[in-house]
């Protein structure tokens, strides 16, 4: 696939995800690797439904860098932090390694620190 429809694939897989429930099959549409369809389980869990907004987007070759947002309601466990029903919205950015249509890899950086004030378990 060429850079920009490795774009367009990464559009899709957040609008797939967005808003609405993410069944296992839906994601490995999408995801490869095991590790992305667990992370994608583990918030899910924590946050159902939860929602993410590309606000910039770069690819070349087979990788493609989201500048990105994540806003969720904490209505389920989060490693051990009980329901809080507090909504909150973090910024992150993350790169896929896009390999025979799949997401084979990605590496993620977000702020759990911010994600711990919102939730109200740390000033």
């Known amino acids: 696939m060429s850079a920009t429809q490795?774009?367009?694939f990464i559009t899709r897989y957040f609008a797939a995800?967005?808003?609405q429930?993410?069944?296992?099959?839906?994601?490995a549409e999408y995801a490869s690797e095991?590790?992305?369809q667990q992370?994608?389980?583990f918030f899910e869990a924590a946050f159902p439904h939860y929602e993410l907004f590309a606000d910039d987007m770069i690819a070349e070759g087979d990788k493609v860098a989201v500048?990105?947002?994540f806003r969720g309601t904490h209505q389920g466990d989060l490693m051990g932090i009980a329901p809080t029903g507090k909504t909150v919205e973090l910024p992150f950015i993350i790169v896929y390694q896009i390999t025979d249509g799949k997401i084979a890899s990605h590496q993620m950086a977000i702020d759990q620190m911010d994600l711990m004030k919102q939730l109200g378990v740390m000033s």
Do not use: Q, T, Y
């Open 39 to 41: 992370h994608v389980a």
């Open 17 to 19: 995800l967005s808003s």
């Open 6 to 8: 490795n774009k367009e």
């Open 34 to 36: 095991a590790a992305m």
């Open 67 to 69: 500048c990105a947002r």
């Open 21 to 27: 429930p993410k069944p296992a099959a839906v994601v």
